[in-house]
């Protein structure tokens, strides 16, 4: 009896939720809060700890809708810190997760299996947490990234195949630079080595908000794009200047706006989920 009012509740719910929720007819964009990292030093990114007062990194996931297909760009924390309060990584560093992009998913009337292609700027764990909740998903990744991740994984130190090895077998477009991923020029993948061998960023023309470029970790810090620094782990570092350069043209060529990513004072000012985009 109890479950079935706890049914009734939830379909109740969900569709005045998705009542409130209005069908995909232009690009739209949700943020998602998936955790948040704090960390005492961040001599490491190649900064000093004076060059900024920034401890806090946002963790974003972000949901794409577009008229032909749903698609996820970064998953986030691992699940598994997620309702846990602030977790303790490593010394002088702490993860918070309050609620699963899972849990976020659902109350949009959304799961997994609504996804049809998942995008992850890089594979490591602040991006790629969640990618195993989506083996039905196409993968968008770059060749290089995909050999790396898949087959090479020792060899990068920072990538944990445990968090996306499910995806082993799931249909996956290995790419080779830049990517429409709809045909319309309206989502673009961006091929931005360094950070990773096949480290990416993602652009979206949308109507009302404009021209808009996630960074995924190209830069972590607004102070990392000033001072051009680049983190002392990442895989390549003339490739991440090269990448840089690339970056910012585009921005410049497109007027478009970037939004980093872990930027904690960025997503502060920003409307997340349920709220979205157009
Ligand atoms: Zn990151």
Same mark, same amino acid.
Request: with cysteine.
């Given at each position: 009896?109890?479950?079935?009012?706890?049914?009734?509740? %939830? %379909?109740?719910? *969900?569709?005045?939720?998705?009542?409130?929720?209005?069908?995909?007819? $232009?690009? !739209?964009?949700?943020?998602? &809060?998936?955790?948040?990292?704090? =960390?005492? &030093?961040?001599?490491?990114?190649?900064?000093?700890?004076?060059?900024? @007062? +920034?401890? /806090?990194?946002? #963790?974003?996931?972000?949901?794409?809708?577009?008229?032909?297909?749903?698609?996820?760009?970064?998953?986030?924390? @691992?699940?598994?810190?997620?309702?846990?309060?602030? #977790?303790?990584?490593?010394?002088? %560093?702490?993860?918070?997760?309050?609620?699963?992009?899972?849990?976020?998913?659902? +109350?949009?009337?959304?799961?997994?299996?609504?996804?049809?292609?998942?995008?992850?700027?890089?594979?490591?764990?602040?991006?790629?947490?969640?990618?195993?909740?989506?083996?039905? *998903?196409?993968?968008? #990744?770059?060749?290089?990234?995909?050999?790396?991740?898949?087959?090479? $994984?020792? &060899?990068?130190?920072?990538?944990? @195949? !445990?968090?996306?090895?499910?995806?082993?077998? *799931?249909? %996956?477009?290995?790419?080779?630079?830049?990517? /429409?991923?709809?045909?319309?020029?309206?989502?673009?993948?961006?091929?931005?080595?360094?950070?990773?061998?096949?480290?990416?960023?993602?652009?979206?023309?949308?109507? /009302?908000?404009?021209?808009?470029?996630?960074?995924?970790?190209?830069?972590?810090?607004?102070?990392?794009?000033?001072?051009?620094?680049?983190?002392?782990?990442?895989?390549? !570092?003339?490739?991440?200047?090269? *990448?840089?350069?690339?970056?910012? $043209?585009? =921005?410049?060529?497109?007027?478009?706006?970037?939004?980093?990513?872990?930027?904690?004072?960025?997503?502060?000012?920003?409307?997340?989920?349920?709220?979205?985009?157009?």
């Amino acid at each position: 009896m109890g479950n079935v009012f706890l049914l009734i509740m %939830a %379909a109740l719910t *969900s569709s005045a939720l998705t009542e409130s929720r209005p069908p995909v007819e $232009a690009l !739209r964009l949700t943020v998602f &809060d998936c955790g948040s990292l704090r =960390l005492e &030093d961040v001599s490491s990114f190649g900064l000093t700890n004076a060059d900024t @007062p +920034v401890r /806090d990194l946002f #963790v974003p996931c972000y949901l794409i809708e577009h008229p032909q297909g749903n698609m996820i760009w970064d998953t986030g924390l @691992p699940l598994t810190f997620a309702g846990q309060g602030r #977790v303790a990584l490593q010394p002088g %560093a702490t993860v918070l997760y309050e609620q699963s992009l899972l849990n976020q998913l659902a +109350v949009l009337g959304l799961g997994p299996a609504d996804i049809n292609y998942l995008g992850l700027s890089h594979m490591h764990f602040d991006h790629a947490g969640a990618a195993n909740a989506f083996p039905g *998903s196409t993968l968008l #990744v770059q060749r290089m990234e995909y050999e790396a991740a898949f087959d090479h $994984a020792s &060899d990068y130190p920072v990538f944990d @195949p !445990r968090l996306y090895e499910g995806l082993r077998g *799931s249909a %996956a477009t290995q790419l080779e630079g830049d990517y /429409d991923v709809f045909g319309d020029g309206s989502v673009m993948i961006l091929s931005l080595p360094g950070h990773t061998p096949g480290h990416q960023a993602l652009a979206l023309k949308l109507a /009302d908000t404009g021209h808009l470029v996630l960074s995924g970790d190209q830069y972590h810090f607004r102070a990392s794009r000033t001072l051009h620094s680049v983190p002392e782990f990442n895989h390549n !570092r003339e490739a991440t200047l090269a *990448s840089m350069a690339k970056l910012e $043209a585009y =921005l410049l060529a497109n007027q478009a706006t970037l939004w980093i990513e872990h930027d904690q004072a960025l997503a502060d000012s920003l409307q997340l989920a349920p709220a979205f985009y157009e």
